[in-house]
């Protein structure tokens, strides 16, 4: 494995994602994680693993602001979400924010290029620079000739690398990617996870992907474990 050495954060700039103090729990009533905390600065990754369960995927749901915490905050670059009403967090998710869900979200009904193209279509009005940049996504996972294509006559790994082409698409500040790999042999698993390396190192955002491959893990810069207290460094750094 590569050491790959990051400056420290500057010391006036906020890391772009600081978690505080996150608790959560679920009906039950059981209580997933409390007194979490994770600053992630630009440029960096960082992974997370976890038994089946634990609460990951609520956390990168907490992180983009599509549930709540019981307790606690989370900023990104400087701006608390739960002190935006719902149409600056929809705002933010949109502009800020590229989503891998463990599920995929995929829309069966557009093609690929249109779901690719979607997050663009939302913020910005020019359409053919959302379907080059789109195009462009396409063919950086190797689904470049199947644009046109509809995603409901796709196979399981051709979706997830449709949905992490959406995720990139707008060069989101903050990546949050749930499984990224869990359905691509290895090779296309390492193509993709370089492709999410590159979107985080060359554009400065902040990643956070759950993941339980080796191989994912293997190329972020850390490797966090999430149980009910929170994330814990097993390298101690
Ligand atoms: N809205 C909810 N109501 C009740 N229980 C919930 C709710 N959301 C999550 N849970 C429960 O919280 C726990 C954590 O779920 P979560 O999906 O975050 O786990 P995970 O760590 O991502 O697991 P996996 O590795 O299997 O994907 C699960 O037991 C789940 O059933
Ligand atoms: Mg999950």
Request: glycine fraction near 10%.
């Amino acid at each position: 494995m590569l050491a790959i050495v990051q400056p420290p954060p500057l010391p006036d700039r906020p890391p772009l994602l600081a978690v505080r103090s996150l608790g959560k729990s679920v009906p039950g009533p059981r209580r997933l994680f409390r007194g979490l905390d994770l600053d992630v600065a630009a440029g960096e990754l960082v992974a997370i693993i976890g038994e089946s369960g634990v609460g990951k995927s609520t956390l990168l749901n907490i992180l983009a602001g599509l549930d709540d915490a019981d307790e606690g905050s989370v900023a990104i670059d400087g701006v608390v979400l739960g002190r935006l009403d719902e149409t600056a967090r929809t705002r933010l998710r949109r502009e800020r924010i590229g989503f891998v869900f463990q599920a995929f979200h995929i829309l069966p009904y557009l093609t690929l290029a249109q779901n690719v193209a979607l997050p663009l279509a939302l913020i910005s009005p020019d359409a053919d620079a959302a379907a080059g940049r789109a195009q462009a996504m396409l063919d950086a996972v190797g689904l470049g000739g199947r644009g046109n294509d509809y995603a409901r006559d796709l196979s399981g790994g051709e979706l997830q690398r449709v949905a992490i082409a959406r995720a990139l698409v707008h060069r989101p500040a903050l990546i949050l990617a749930d499984e990224p790999t869990g359905n691509l042999d290895p090779e296309t698993a390492e193509r993709v996870l370089a492709l999410f390396a590159a979107a985080v190192r060359e554009n400065g955002a902040a990643g956070v992907m759950v993941t339980h491959s080796a191989a994912s893990a293997s190329i972020a810069d850390r490797v966090l474990t999430l149980g009910s207290d929170g994330l814990i460094d097993r390298n101690g750094g």
